[in-house]
């Protein structure tokens, strides 16, 4: 990261691992036969990304990153981060009761699908959100859950009636009206219609939330 910012990058690539990962509890830890709780459990792994790739499994326990420790979800983002794009590292893995050593190759996140972003501005509860198809690479930049796809909010306008009904950057949005939404042009056709009550389904936190609001 530092070497690409010295390097006069327009923006800082950092490299992508393609998994949601879990702090180690007091309990588990005690049922691995570990000393204490320090380590990152594998909660889910998306599908051909690096981490996938590199044979990791849900279940197993991440306990250091190219030989140092990484006590918990957040140090081992920072860890897995600070390496360079375009090399490797080596995880110490607990498997089975076993410590591995997993290579995973650094890559950044993709650019799977075009943003296309689009901000919404007919009447309805959406009305001064830009959102965009999401991709690795923009779940990377807003630190949301990879592995989703949909429509995410990117911004909100301050003040704006998205802002006021609640809606968060970040937020997920599924299906609107019963329909699911697969990329930014689908809400966007989907508001052009006029309705008295609008249901908005969305995932926020791991949480899927349906709201309904007036027209």
């Known amino acids: 990261v530092v070497d690409s910012a010295k390097a006069g990058a327009k923006t ?55 030989g140092v420790p990484a006590d918990d979800p957040e140090a081992f983002g920072y860890r897995f981060a600070t390496r360079p794009i375009g090399g490797t590292t080596m995880l110490t893995v607990l498997r089975g009761g076993k410590r591995i050593s997993v290579p995973v190759k650094l890559v950044p996140a993709p650019e799977t699908r075009p943003r296309e972003m689009v901000k919404l501005t007919s009447r309805s509860p959406l009305a001064g959100l830009t959102v965009a198809n999401l991709s690795p690479a923009l779940a990377e930049e807003l630190s949301v859950e990879t592995g989703n796809e949909g429509v995410i909010v ?23 009206n019963g329909e699911k939404m697969l990329s930014s042009r689908d809400v966007e056709a989907a508001l052009k219609e006029r309705r008295r009550a609008w249901e908005v389904t969305i995932t926020r936190g791991g949480q899927t939330i349906t709201s309904v609001f007036p027209g």
């Not at 949601?20 to 005690?30: H, K």
């Not at 691995?32 to 380590?39: F, K």
């Not at 990152?40 to 499994?57: I, N």
């Open 154 to 176: 990117a911004e909100i306008e301050e003040g704006s009636t998205a802002a006021q009904v609640g809606f968060q950057k970040g937020d997920l949005i599924k299906a609107l």
């Open 12 to 66: 800082v690539r950092r490299p992508w691992f393609g998994a949601r990962l879990q702090a180690l509890t007091a309990d588990v830890a005690d049922g691995l036969g570990l000393d204490r709780p320090a380590g990152s459990v594998v909660a889910s792994v998306v599908e051909r990304g690096p981490a996938d790739q590199a044979g990791l499994r849900r279940s197993d326990v991440i306990l250091a990153v190219d």
